[in-house]
């Protein structure tokens, strides 16, 4: 039993090392632009459902998306990643959900790691409602194939145009390897009280 428990210690203590590690933060947005910093990089994440493993996107939930025609093509300003390079802008459009959506040149961005650098989308045309709420979602994978979700990355929510990032939704290492030796502590605890 105790061997067990160690074991289950071990591994909780391990796999913590290897969670999900990118984070958005300084998210900004104007009606023709959205900025922000994506820090860490892709280990940890479930690669999405998607014959679309270099597309990188961003979902508009809530009422934050305000564009009537179908789509526009994207501006790209600054580097996402560190070592891959964005090799098609794309478009942002109202696609069933509103999203963001632009492709690496790497066929498979799982090792991709973010530049931690300010990053702009722009249009030509107003497309964001800069007094709205809802949530920015940054994803992975094809956010137009019903049939393959995509794997949401991070996400800042928006209340009244005002930004809130999300902080703290990765969880820390340190922090789960204290909770597994907190639990190997009270199982010692009680089997020692158990032979006495």
């Not at 590690?21 to 910093?37: E, G, L, N, P, Y």
């Not at 093509?73 to 794309?90: C, E, K, V």
Request: glycine letters at 10%; one cysteine or more; a negative charge.
């Amino acid at each position: 039993m105790m061997k067990t428990l160690l074991a289950a210690c071990a591994l909780v203590a391990v796999s913590s090392v290897a969670q999900a590690t990118a984070v958005v933060s300084d998210v900004s947005f104007t009606d023709d632009s959205i900025t922000f910093t994506e820090t860490g990089n892709m280990s940890g994440y479930a690669a999405p459902n998607s014959e679309y493993l270099e597309q990188f996107g961003i979902f508009y939930t809530g009422n934050l998306f305000d564009y009537a025609g179908s789509y526009q093509a994207n501006s790209l300003s600054g580097n996402l990643f560190s070592n891959d390079t964005i090799n098609y802008a794309g478009n942002t459009g109202n696609f069933d959900p509103a999203y963001t959506w632009m492709m690496t040149s790497n066929s498979n961005d799982a090792g991709d790691v973010f530049s931690g650098t300010a990053f702009t989308i722009s249009w030509a045309q107003p497309m964001l409602n800069t007094a709205g709420s809802g949530t920015f979602e940054f994803i992975w994978g094809n956010g137009n194939v019903s049939s393959a979700p995509t794997t949401i990355l991070d996400t800042a929510t928006v209340v009244d145009g005002n930004v809130r990032t999300n902080a703290g939704n990765v969880p820390e290492p340190a922090s789960l390897a204290l909770f597994g030796l907190g639990l190997v502590g009270f199982a010692v605890a009680r089997r020692k009280a158990k032979q006495q």
